[in-house]
T-cell receptor
Framework: DGGITQSPKYLFRKEGQNVTLSCEQN?????MYWYRQDPGQGLRLIYY???????QKGDIAEGYSVSREKKESFPLTVTSAQKNPTAFYLC????????????FGPGTRLTVL | AQRVTQPEKLLSVFKGAPVELKCNYS??????LFWYVQYSRQRLQLLLR??SRESIKGFTADLNKGETSFHLKKPFAQEEDSAMYYC??????????FGKGTKLTVNP
C-alpha cells in the first residue's frame, strides 16, 4: 500500500488562487503521473513525467502545471486558468520496465469556493 | 484514437450471482490490458492484468482480440466485491488510458 503520499487530503481554494498539490514517492520509480477523477468521467491524464526535469502534457493539461526537480517528487499546480478545478486528483508512479502496474496515491480532493 | 470503453456506468447483482463487467478497446497494435479496482475509502489498485493470466479474488478476464474486448468475470459475486472498476490499456507510448469506470454493487 504505502510508498506514494499525497497532501493535503482535502484542499479548499478561493476562485482566482493558484494551489499546489504534493505527490511524493519512495519507490524509486522513474515515471510519475497526475490524473483527475470526476464522477462518470473516469481518470483523465493531466501530466506525466518519465525522468527528472522532463514532463509531458496529458489529455487535459490546460490550467495545470508541474515540475520534476527530484525523482521522488512531482507537484501539481492548479492555476486560476483552470475553469473547473473542483475534483479529486490522483498521483501515480511506476517503474519504466514494460507492462508494470501503476501505483496510486490516496488522492487530494480540491474544492474551489 | 486510443480509447477504452466501459458501456455500463452502474451494475447491480445479488450475492452469489455471476457478474461480468464489460470492456472494449480501440487501439493500434497490441496493447497491454489491465483491470483496476477502487474500494470505498481505499486507493485505486491493480486487480489483474492480461499478461499475467491470473485469477485474483475469483475474478478473471479474457482477452478477445477479434472483438477487442477484455471483460472481467466472476462466477459468484460477493458483497465485498462492491467497488468501482476501471479497465485500462497501455500501448507503446507509456500512457495508460482508462475507461470511465463501472460501479458494481453486490446486494445481499
Amino acid at each position: 500500500d504505502g510508498g506514494i503520499t499525497q497532501s493535503p487530503k482535502y484542499l479548499f481554494r478561493k476562485e482566482g488562487q493558484n494551489v499546489t498539490l504534493s505527490c511524493e514517492q519512495n519507490l524509486n520509480h522513474d515515471a510519475m503521473y497526475w490524473y483527475r477523477q470526476d464522477p462518470g468521467q473516469g481518470l483523465r491524464l493531466i501530466y506525466y513525467s518519465q525522468i527528472v526535469n522532463d514532463f509531458q502534457k496529458g489529455d487535459i493539461a490546460e490550467g495545470y502545471s508541474v515540475s520534476r526537480e527530484k525523482k521522488e517528487s512531482f507537484p501539481l499546480t492548479v492555476t486560476s486558468a483552470q475553469k473547473n478545478p473542483t475534483a479529486f486528483y490522483l498521483c501515480a508512479s511506476r517503474p519504466l520496465t514494460p507492462n508494470n502496474e501503476q501505483f496510486f496515491g490516496p488522492g487530494t480532493r480540491l474544492t474551489v469556493l | 484514437a486510443q480509447r477504452v470503453t466501459q458501456p455500463e456506468k452502474l451494475l447491480s447483482v445479488f450475492k452469489g450471482a455471476p457478474v461480468e463487467l464489460k470492456c472494449n478497446y480501440s487501439y493500434s497494435g497490441s496493447p497491454e490490458l489491465f483491470w483496476y479496482v477502487q474500494y470505498s475509502r481505499q486507493r485505486l489498485q491493480l486487480l489483474l492484468r492480461h499478461i499475467s493470466r491470473e485469477s485474483i479474488k475469483g475474478f478473471t478476464a479474457d482477452l478477445n482480440k477479434g472483438e477487442t474486448s477484455f471483460h472481467l468475470k466472476k462466477p459468484f459475486a460477493q458483497e465485498e466485491d462492491s467497488a468501482m472498476y476501471y479497465c485500462a490499456a497501455q500501448g507503446g507510448s507509456e500512457k495508460l488510458v482508462f475507461g470511465k469506470g463501472t460501479k458494481l454493487t453486490v446486494n445481499p
